[in-house]
């Protein structure tokens, strides 16, 4: 485990980091949901943000996407205020969210559609992603058609194909049962390696945030800070074996340790939806 970075550090390159929150803080009305939340991410990198359900993990992509403005502290893309404008980010949600009416190429194109690209346009720009994407086969297909996930593939296309600064990943597997799931996961990291986009995730999963992460902020309960930050010290690309390795299994027991300690120390017992 390591102590968070000053969240103003520059990449060895040089760089700042893609994506940048300083002590930021938001409250619904009376209840404290964040409390000083610092983290970084870099360009090309996938992070993933760990907790207790209803910790504040979602409220966190809801100030990103301009939903909510946070109380105080700063939230900077590529070293500059986010301002009100949001448009550097594509957001998978819990859900899939296709439209069941709409075929899967016009699922995947929606966010385009909505930037104001034209549909041929639009269709142009997603198609030689589909491929790749494993629906290559399935461009006429309406979601009912599609197995689990099938759906999320077209659901992370619809998030990728929009070419944001950032991907926020909002639990995108969750739903799924546990053999897909592992697929998903298997698949996902394959693909994010050729790519490497800028990726920050929300998952309940602790083996899945090992899988797929560079690092992992753990949070505390309500109101969440940051109480640890993890480096995963695995190898790209990663494989399913690894999971039985060494490193693999430290890194859970680690971040297991944490978590268990949060909660036994916690002191916010009412009850609040996850956000």
Request: hydrophobic content about 40%.
């Amino acid at each position: 485990m390591t102590a968070l970075p000053p969240v103003t550090a520059e990449r060895a390159d040089g760089k700042p980091p893609r994506l940048q929150l300083e002590g930021v803080r938001h409250a619904y009305g009376q209840l404290q949901v964040l409390d000083g939340v610092s983290l970084h991410l870099s360009e090309g990198e996938l992070v993933t943000i760990l907790g207790p359900s209803g910790c504040g993990k979602s409220t966190i992509f809801s100030i990103l996407t301009g939903a909510v403005c946070q109380n105080s502290g700063d939230v900077l893309i590529d070293d500059a205020p986010l301002g009100p404008r949001t448009e550097r980010f594509a957001v998978m949600p819990q859900t899939d969210a296709l439209l069941p009416w709409r075929r899967v190429i016009d699922n995947v194109t929606l966010g385009l559609e909505v930037q104001g690209l034209s549909r041929r346009a639009a269709r142009a720009r997603a198609q030689p992603l589909l491929a790749t994407f494993g629906l290559e086969d399935f461009a006429r297909a309406y979601p009912f058609q599609l197995s689990g996930g099938m759906r999320q593939r077209a659901a992370l296309l619809r998030t990728v194909v929009q070419d944001r600064s950032v991907l926020l990943l909002d639990e995108p597997f969750g739903a799924l049962d546990a053999l897909t799931r592992t697929d998903m996961q298997t698949w996902l990291e394959s693909v994010w390696d050729t790519f490497r986009w800028s990726v920050l995730l929300i998952t309940h999963d602790i083996r899945e945030a090992v899988f797929l992460s560079d690092r992992i902020y753990v949070l505390s309960p309500r109101p969440a800070r940051v109480v640890a930050e993890i480096t995963v010290q695995l190898t790209r690309p990663r494989r399913m074996d690894q999971m039985s390795s060494p490193v693999f299994v430290r890194a859970e027991t680690q971040l297991r340790e944490v978590l268990f300690d949060t909660r036994v120390q916690g002191d916010h017992p009412d009850p609040l939806p996850s956000r």
